[in-house]
């Protein structure tokens, strides 16, 4: 059955070893923690049917944060962001939306700000050394920082401000990657010492700070001080998100096919390419256009089919096919982007859905 997704949803859904390729946000940075596993990755970890691709949550909190904020939701699962955050937390997002980074993102993630104890939970020992993993969706320079709520903390009730300890218990800066960028796989890494003395359910929220534009990425992550070392329950396949609690120092680099044309210079462009959702015989799809440093007056995207799909239909933007060869170029409205931000286009086509476009770039000619 057709889905329907928002229209500018701009991201992204990866099937664990074929990426379905995406990206949100006013710039191009794109990321969530996966280790402790925030709320939006563990419930598309469970809500991802892994024989159709479309998002069908067996855990009843995820669930239920779908039935508030859509499926789109979790095929962003990386994009929890405010374009404009500036690192700004407490005063800047309002208390009980500290899950969902407020409402001024450009998805709706209200659904995971409720307040539940049956959310998926990331297994950890007090004072323990964790392996973080923080997905690397797209890269950039910047810090991560990472808070722990207050023993008098409840799930009970929405997260609040004052729920969390007033500093992080680990900050780092422009951490080590692994493969990506693009894909579920790839990923920052480092060691965190996790807070002594703690134990029982907790809240680990995740900021991580661009050091080259205002965009900020916010997240939470249930945990629960048990003696675990990163073991996943709650989830489809409990058990399979074990995070390593040292990760290698020079690990080797996976081989990727990532859906985005090379990052944009002064004056130039990029582009991203995802599939937001699949049927028998067609799928929907949106492309991202990203402008580099200096703004861009118009653009021209082009990719190449894979495998036999077709174009069916295209809007915000004029779109032309010959043979596997597609090339879109900007609509009369949104020909113009400001340095360091963004403007979408969305497609139908016909045919399997593709884990990858190829040759896609992005001009402005």
Not at 59 to 66: Q, T
Not at 281 to 289: L, W
Not at 321 to 326: C, R
């Amino acid at each position: 059955m057709k889905k329907r997704f928002l229209m500018y949803a701009v991201s992204a859904v990866l099937a664990a070893g074929a990426a379905l390729i995406g990206l949100p946000g006013a710039a191009e940075a794109h990321g969530a923690i996966m280790v402790p596993g925030s709320r939006t990755w563990l419930c598309y970890k469970d809500g991802r049917n892994p024989t159709t691709g479309a998002i069908e949550p067996t855990n009843a909190a995820c669930a239920a944060a779908v039935a508030q904020s859509g499926t789109t939701s979790l095929y962003n699962w990386f994009a929890v962001l405010r374009s404009d955050g500036a690192g700004r937390m407490s005063g800047f997002i309002p208390d009980g939306q500290l899950c969902s980074g407020g409402t001024g993102g450009p998805y709706n993630f209200t659904g995971f700000n409720l307040a539940r104890d049956d959310w998926p939970v990331t297994h950890l020992t007090s004072g323990a050394t964790l392996g973080v993993k923080y997905n690397n969706w797209a890269k950039h320079p910047g810090t991560f920082r990472l808070y722990i709520t207050k023993d008098s903390w409840s799930p009970t009730r929405a997260l609040a401000w004052s729920d969390l300890e007033s500093t992080p218990f680990d900050t780092v800066t422009n951490p080590p990657d692994n493969g990506g960028p693009g894909s579920d796989d790839g990923y920052y890494y480092w060691n965190a010492n996790l807070p002594s003395g703690k134990s029982g359910r907790h809240i680990i929220y995740s900021v991580w700070q661009r050091s080259d534009s205002n965009e900020t990425f916010y997240g939470c992550s249930d945990v629960v001080f048990d003696g675990g070392n990163g073991e996943v329950t709650g989830i489809r396949g409990s058990g399979t998100t074990p995070g390593s609690p040292t990760p290698p120092t020079s690990p080797p680099v996976t081989p990727t096919t990532p859906n985005t044309s090379p990052n944009p210079g002064n004056g130039a462009c990029s582009a991203m390419f995802n599939v937001t959702g699949t049927w028998n015989g067609g799928f929907q799809a949106e492309v991202m256009v990203h402008a580099g440093t200096a703004a861009i007056g118009k653009w021209t995207v082009t990719w190449t089919w894979p495998g036999g799909q077709g174009l069916t239909q295209a809007w915000s933007g004029t779109a032309t096919s010959s043979g596997s060869l597609v090339t879109v170029k900007n609509a009369s409205w949104n020909g113009t982007v400001a340095a360091n931000s963004h403007t979408t286009f969305g497609l139908l086509g016909s045919g399997t859905a593709p884990p990858s476009v190829n040759n896609l770039a992005c001009s402005t000619a």
